[in-house]
Each structure stands twice: as C-alpha cells, then as structure tokens.
C-alpha cells in the first residue's frame, strides 16, 4: 500500500483511509507471517534507528521486523553518533539519508523529529518523543480490530495521564470513529490541539473521574503515571488511588472490555496485577502488533 506522506510523527499525517488501511495490511502480514514466513518486499533496504530513550518493545520489534521482510536495521544510541559532540540535526539527517532508506528515532523533544524530518530526504519514523507515540498506536487498533472485528462506534476510557501515548490515541479514535472518555488529575490532560483537532471527526470526553470515563466502555486503557521524560516519584500522589485501573473500575465498564496498557507498565499502581494478568487483558497481542503494524508501515513507507 501507499501512503501519502514521506514521515510518520503523529498519526495527524494519514487519512482515516490510510490509517485503516495500514490496520487491515498489518493484519494480512501477521496471517502470512504465521503461515509461510513474510515475503522478502524490503530485501537489501536499511533502516537506522537512533535512541535517546530506553526501549525494549520498539528496538526489537523494528529490528526484527526488517529482518522478517529482508532487510537490515541498525541501532544507534544518540552517545554512538556525532550528535553527542554538537552535530546538528540538519547534517545528521543529510548523512543518514545518502545511506539509509529509512530513520526511526526515539527522542525527548518532538521538534527533533520535525527537523530530522524536514532535512532528511528519506522517511522519518517516530519511534516516541515526550509528545506521541504513534507506532504504539498502530499496534493498539490493530489489536482492537482483532478483538472486535470492528473499530468504528467502539469507546475507549483512558485512564491516568494525559501522556504521549493518550496523545497518540485521540489521533487513531479521531481516525477510526472511536469515542474516547478521558480521565485525567487536573492539570494532566492531554494535549489541547490534539483534542481540539480530533473533535472535528469524532466524540472526545475529558472528566476527572475514572468511572465516567469506564462507562459503557469496549476499552479500558492506562499508562504508566512516570514517563521516561517525567520520571518524578511525586507524580504518583496525584493519581493514587483514583486512577487505578482495578477489578472495582474495569467491572463499570462492558462486561466484553478489554484492558490495554502499551508496556511497561508498574503494577500496583496504574493497574493492578489482577487485571493485567485477568482474562480481559490484550497487553501480549498489543507488545506482539508491534511487529506486524511496523512492518506494514515500513514497507508502505520505503517502498512508496
Ligand atoms: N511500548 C513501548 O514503546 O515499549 P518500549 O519502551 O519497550 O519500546
Ligand atoms: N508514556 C511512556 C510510554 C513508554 C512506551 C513513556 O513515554 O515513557
């Protein structure tokens, strides 16, 4: 499939047909994977990635998703590379692109990734920054799809921090047709564009209580309340013990909800253990769709 666009920072770049469409190639790739192995469509293509931030899920599954489909990754943490020593973004993307057909970065500031993107001739994936995280994404409504054989007319309850991750969600309901019932502490909303945007095309609620948000919902979804790039133990008093996601809120929600959590998570305290073990849990397709959903990405990407 085609996309339009060159780069992928937050989802606002697809159309909903494009969107859906990655979901649904996504899907086809994973059947074929699980059948006969995916066919070679990136032999001899490269991807760099470039990491500011830990990862465990995002490093692998790009890696060894260029693997499956023929072609070769490499991982640079930002000490490897000359930005450590003052080179700009600017040449940084002119080097990489006369090497590789692809790059994927993991950054603190957002704005990186829109110069990386702007002086890079090659396609730029965000692999997270402090604002989105669109790849997880991808993977979240596949993993919807599969569960509900449908996305359009679903609710989704976010519940905790207004992060990078929720940012990224309000694009993919917008983009889908999901309402979205967000319940955050005040002053830990999600980013005010992004919603305001995202009313355009579809239903999105912000309260500050966890059972408004869980009412009626197909999806209960939490993060963690200590982002990589807000990693203050404080933080946690502001959200305990409200905005747990636990058996006495997930029982408000349908009794068919599944509970999301983009991983890793810390149990006890955005959720329990009982229910990101329970049977409501989808946390092991969701970490499993990243693979699938990048590769169909990349290849929509390199090959367009
Ligand atoms: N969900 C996710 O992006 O995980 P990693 O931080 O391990 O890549
Ligand atoms: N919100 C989390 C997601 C990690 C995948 C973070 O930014 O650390």
Same mark, same amino acid.
């Given at each position: 499939?085609?996309?339009?666009?060159?780069?992928?920072?937050?989802?606002?770049?697809?159309?909903?047909? @494009?969107?859906?469409?990655?979901?649904?190639?996504?899907?086809?790739?994973?059947?074929?994977?699980?059948?006969?192995?995916?066919?070679?469509?990136?032999?001899?293509?490269?991807?760099?990635?470039?990491?500011?931030?830990?990862?465990?899920?995002?490093?692998?599954?790009?890696?060894?998703?260029?693997?499956?489909?023929?072609?070769?990754?490499?991982?640079?943490?930002?000490?490897?590379?000359?930005?450590?020593?003052?080179?700009?973004?600017?040449?940084?993307?002119?080097?990489?692109?006369?090497?590789?057909?692809?790059?994927?970065?993991?950054?603190?500031?957002?704005?990186?990734?829109?110069?990386?993107?702007?002086?890079?001739?090659?396609?730029?994936?965000?692999?997270?920054?402090?604002?989105?995280?669109?790849?997880?994404?991808?993977?979240?409504?596949?993993?919807?799809? @599969?569960?509900?054989?449908?996305?359009?007319?679903?609710?989704?309850?976010?519940?905790?921090?207004?992060?990078?991750?929720?940012?990224?969600?309000?694009?993919?309901?917008?983009?889908?047709?999901? &309402?979205?019932?967000?319940?955050?502490?005040?002053?830990?909303?999600?980013?005010?564009?992004?919603?305001?945007?995202?009313?355009?095309?579809?239903?999105?609620?912000?309260?500050? &209580?966890?059972?408004?948000?869980?009412?009626?919902?197909?999806?209960?979804?939490?993060?963690?309340?200590?982002?990589?790039?807000?990693?203050?133990?404080?933080?946690?008093?502001?959200?305990?013990?409200?905005?747990?996601?636990?058996?006495?809120?997930?029982?408000?929600?349908?009794?068919?909800?599944?509970?999301?959590?983009?991983?890793?998570?810390?149990?006890?305290?955005?959720?329990?253990?009982?229910?990101?073990?329970?049977?409501?849990?989808?946390?092991?397709?969701?970490?499993?769709?990243?693979?699938?959903?990048?590769?169909?990405?990349?290849?929509?990407?390199?090959?367009?």
């Amino acid at each position: 499939m085609k996309l339009k666009t060159k780069d992928l920072l937050t989802l606002a770049e697809l159309t909903p047909k @494009e969107f859906l469409g990655l979901i649904d190639y996504s899907i086809k790739l994973k059947k074929e994977f699980k059948k006969n192995g995916n066919k070679p469509i990136l032999k001899n293509k490269t991807l760099t990635m470039i990491f500011q931030k830990p990862s465990t899920r995002t490093r692998v599954s790009f890696e060894i998703g260029m693997y499956q489909l023929g072609g070769h990754a490499i991982n640079l943490t930002s000490n490897d590379t000359q930005l450590s020593r003052g080179e700009s973004i600017e040449d940084t993307a002119k080097t990489l692109s006369r090497y590789t057909n692809c790059i994927m970065a993991r950054v603190y500031d957002h704005q990186l990734l829109n110069k990386l993107s702007k002086h890079a001739s090659v396609p730029v994936i965000n692999g997270l920054s402090d604002s989105f995280h669109p790849c997880q994404i991808l993977a979240d409504f596949m993993t919807i799809k @599969e569960n509900k054989r449908k996305l359009k007319g679903l609710k989704i309850a976010w519940i905790g921090d207004g992060n990078n991750v929720c940012n990224s969600m309000i694009y993919g309901a917008a983009l889908s047709g999901i &309402d979205m019932s967000i319940a955050t502490p005040k002053g830990y909303e999600p980013n005010k564009t992004v919603v305001k945007e995202s009313l355009k095309l579809t239903n999105i609620e912000l309260t500050t &209580d966890p059972f408004v948000a869980t009412k009626n919902a197909d999806i209960v979804v939490t993060d963690t309340y200590s982002s990589i790039h807000n990693n203050n133990p404080k933080r946690i008093k502001k959200f305990l013990p409200k905005y747990q996601v636990n058996s006495k809120l997930m029982c408000t929600a349908k009794e068919n909800a599944i509970f999301m959590h983009c991983l890793p998570a810390k149990r006890e305290q955005e959720v329990t253990s009982s229910i990101i073990d329970g049977h409501q849990s989808v946390v092991w397709d969701e970490a499993e769709n990243r693979l699938h959903t990048q590769k169909a990405l990349l290849a929509a990407l390199i090959r367009a």
